[in-house]
């Protein structure tokens, strides 16, 4: 190492004074941020009704028909069973036809919102399969249409289960988010791969972990707030 490197290695610091970090880390964290936000929101916007097909079309569903909850079925399950990474290759092309670049923290999220849908459309089912089958049937008896008792009684009584999935869905995409920062996606993953993996900056790596890990108890614990503020039970 020549005298002149290992200056810069001093002056770059450790930790918040490596100059490497702190250029870095706000850009990253809005990157990582952004991705599962957007990602995030899309998962449920469509997760959600895949989920309440699902339900609707089960056995003892409102509108039971077996082909059809055979066929959503098969598509939850098989866009579970798809890994990230292999889902991610194979979205390349679309990727870089809807966001004209697969570089960047909006390259990653077409992948992250296509394989967050199945994931919270299960969890979205399971939340709403557990309303007790009182209520739907006092709506039935009272008049209501299926409309009326998918959204205003299934789907308003599984509320707090909804938010619950929705967190536990949040975090899992930030985990996912580390992998698609890896390929060009920017974002912590980036960060932590390109710059405390490959450069040799374990300050770097550790503080980008300790980030992760703060933003992932902040996510949940708001998500518990939000829950029990929903709990019409208790």
């Known amino acids: 190492m020549t005298a002149a490197a290992l200056a810069a290695g001093i002056d770059r610091g450790v930790f918040f004074a490596n100059t490497d970090f702190t250029d870095r880390i706000w850009g990253a964290l809005g990157g990582t941020l952004g991705q599962v936000a957007i990602s995030c929101l899309v998962g449920v916007l469509v997760g959600l009704p895949l989920g309440l097909g699902v339900w609707l079309t089960a056995p003892q569903g409102l509108t039971a028909n077996r082909l ?3 066929a959503l079925n098969a598509v939850v399950d098989l866009g579970r069973a798809i890994p990230f990474i292999v889902l991610m290759l194979l979205l390349i092309g679309f990727t870089r036809w ?3 670049s697969t570089v960047g923290w909006q390259g990653g999220v077409p992948a992250l919102a296509v394989g967050c849908i199945p994931f919270y459309a299960r969890l979205a089912e399971n939340a709403v399969r557990q309303v007790p089958l009182g209520k739907i049937e006092a709506a039935q008896m009272a008049g209501a249409s299926r409309w009326q008792i998918t959204w205003g009684v299934a789907v308003r ?3 707090p289960g909804l ?3 929705a967190t536990v869905t949040f975090i899992t995409l930030i ?3 580390m992998i698609t920062g890896t390929i060009g996606a920017g974002g912590l993953g980036d960060l932590v791969y390109n710059w405390g993996y490959t450069r040799n900056m374990p300050d770097i790596f550790v503080m980008v972990v300790v980030i992760v890990l703060i933003l992932v108890e902040g996510v949940q614990l708001l998500g518990d707030w939000l829950a029990r503020r929903l709990d019409h039970s208790r």
């Open 68 to 70: 059809a909850h055979r």
């Open 98 to 100: 809807l966001v004209g």
């Open 157 to 159: 009584e599984s509320l």
């Open 163 to 165: 938010v619950a999935a």
């Open 175 to 177: 985990g996912y988010s």
